[in-house]
């Protein structure tokens, strides 16, 4: 990772999956094209994948998949995390995975989000339940 420290990064089925083809079937032959680099993603050349490239691959994949918003490896890293939040993960457990060293960092993706302050508030908040008539389809927040 970043300033030369080691993390783990957890992947899901889909990414795994990817992965493992690329391992097994991409890599080999793009290694064969270059100086046998001991990079992960290799280019057509067989040399390390440049950040211009991953960000053009990341651009050309939106397009495909009819993403008109603006993407970038930030905007998935920053997705990543606020998911995770969302999700209930713990600020510490986010910090590790996202390998920054000081948890304020972090707490930069934890801005709630209105739906997720509704959902909070029908499931916690005693007012929140109607009598006889269950939870308040949508607070008034």
């Known amino acids: 990772g970043k300033g030369g420290r080691t993390r783990l990064v957890p992947l899901g089925g889909y990414a795994r999956r990817a992965l493992d083809a690329y391992l097994v079937r991409g890599r080999p032959a793009l ?4 100086r046998g680099v001991p990079k992960l993603f290799l280019n057509s050349r067989g040399t390390p994948l440049s950040r211009q490239s991953a960000w053009t691959i990341l651009r050309q994949a939106a397009e495909k998949a ?3 918003t603006p993407v970038s490896p930030h905007i998935l890293r920053h ?3 606020t998911h ?3 999700g209930g993960a713990d600020v510490r457990v986010v910090q590790e995975l996202l390998g920054h060293a ?3 960092t972090t707490q930069i993706y934890t801005l709630v989000t209105v739906e ?3 959902e909070v508030y029908a499931a ?9 008539v269950g939870p308040a ?3 008034n927040l």
């Open 102 to 104: 000081s948890v304020t």
């Open 84 to 86: 995770l939040l969302d």
């Open 79 to 81: 997705s990543y995390a």
């Open 124 to 132: 916690s908040h005693p007012r929140a339940f109607i009598r006889n």
């Open 137 to 139: 389809a949508r607070p």
């Open 66 to 68: 009819n993403i008109t």
């Open 116 to 118: 997720h302050l509704r």
């Open 31 to 34: 290694a064969a094209t270059g």
